[in-house]
């Protein structure tokens, strides 16, 4: 089965950056499109960036921000490591959440189990 592990989140000072990391076992990596979402205090859910596999169908655009982190975030991947980034900079108080990578292809969904980034002084 699909797999999807994160890494990297941690306690960081406002301004300051983290790279988050979620690596992809169980499937070919280079087929799935993939996506990091973020769930803060009081909060639903939401996506944050997302990557393109390269092999879209529903969705045109390699890659895609929310309006929140455009300009501070950048999402990229390493197919040959099987992983999706997350580069997160002059970071927020607000940026405090449990970030989750996602995996899908078609109409197949995964997640990881999310890793913490609080964002305080």
């Known amino acids: 089965q699909i797999h999807l592990v994160e890494s990297g989140g941690g306690l960081v000072q406002p301004g300051g950056s983290l790279r988050l990391s979620c690596v992809f076992s169980?499937?070919?990596?280079?087929?799935?499109?993939m996506a990091w979402y973020r769930q803060g205090p009081r909060d639903e859910r939401k996506l944050v960036a997302y990557?393109?596999?390269?092999?879209?169908?529903?969705?045109?655009?390699?890659?895609y921000y929310a309006d929140s982190v455009k300009g501070r975030f950048i999402i990229s991947r390493d197919n040959a490591k099987n992983t999706v980034f997350l580069q997160m900079n002059s970071l927020k108080p607000e940026d405090t959440a449990i970030y989750y990578c996602?995996?899908?292809?078609?109409?197949?969904?995964?997640w990881g189990q999310g890793t913490q980034v609080t964002v305080s002084s």
């Open positions: 996602k995996a899908w292809v078609g109409s197949h969904d995964y």
């Open positions: 169980g499937g070919i990596f280079s087929g799935f499109s």
């Open positions: 990557i393109g596999s390269g092999r879209q169908v529903h969705k045109d655009g390699s890659t």
